[in-house]
Each structure stands twice: as structure tokens, then as C-alpha cells.
């Protein structure tokens, strides 16, 4: 299990325990952390659950595939640190991750 920060565009914390083995948008979805929509239910086919990944995380987490990258072209504001977090796996390597809504999702 992983301790995942969420804030919401307008600054609004989200602190919960997510188990291993789900996705990152697994917990937002579990959890009702508005900003993360996840239409496609995790298959990463619609970029409605693009976060920022905050600090040194987007470097600690595994790197993105093809697909991902390719699916973030239809996001809202992409930044460099930008990911679909229906990629992100939770492990307990997860531990602390903290994540940000953008402004909105398509």
C-alpha cells in the first residue's frame, strides 16, 4: 500500500492509502478525487486521467510506453512531468507519490 498525495487544480489535498496493484486512477476513482475522470477505465485510451506528477517523482516512476505518450497528445496542457495515471502502477516503491489535476480533462 502507498500513501498518494492528489491536489486538485484549485490546491484542495487528497491524502489516501491506495493498495498495490491498482493504478493511480484506481484510487482517484475509489476514492471520488474529483479531476481524474478515467472514461476508458484504465485502458489508456482517452487521456481523461492526465496528472502532473510532482518532484522528483516523474523521474522515480517506471518510464512511459509508447501508447501513453501517443495518448497525451490529446490532454489538456501537457507539461514535461504530464502521465496518464492509469499507467502508474502502485507499489510500495509508490510511497509518498504526489500527483496534480490539471485545469481540466477532455
Given at each position: 500500500?502507498?500513501?498518494?498525495?492528489?491536489?486538485?487544480?484549485?490546491g484542495t489535498e487528497h491524502h489516501v492509502d491506495v493498495?498495490?496493484?491498482?493504478?493511480v486512477m484506481d484510487g482517484?476513482?475509489?476514492?471520488?478525487i474529483p479531476g481524474i475522470e478515467g472514461d476508458c477505465g484504465g485502458a489508456g485510451a482517452c487521456a481523461t486521467c492526465h496528472v502532473y506528477v510532482e518532484g522528483d517523482w516523474f523521474e522515480r516512476?517506471?518510464?512511459?510506453?509508447?501508447?501513453e505518450r501517443d495518448m497525451l497528445?490529446?490532454?489538456f496542457e501537457v507539461q514535461?512531468?504530464?502521465?496518464?495515471?492509469?499507467q502508474i502502477k502502485i507499489d510500495d516503491s509508490a510511497d509518498g507519490l504526489i500527483v496534480?489535476?490539471?485545469k481540466r480533462q477532455y
Open positions: 500500500m502507498a500513501k498518494v498525495t492528489y491536489i486538485e487544480n484549485g493498495p498495490n496493484g491498482l493504478s482517484a476513482k475509489r476514492f471520488t516512476l517506471p518510464p512511459m510506453e509508447e501508447l497528445d490529446f490532454a514535461d512531468n504530464s502521465r496518464l495515471c492509469c496534480r489535476t490539471p
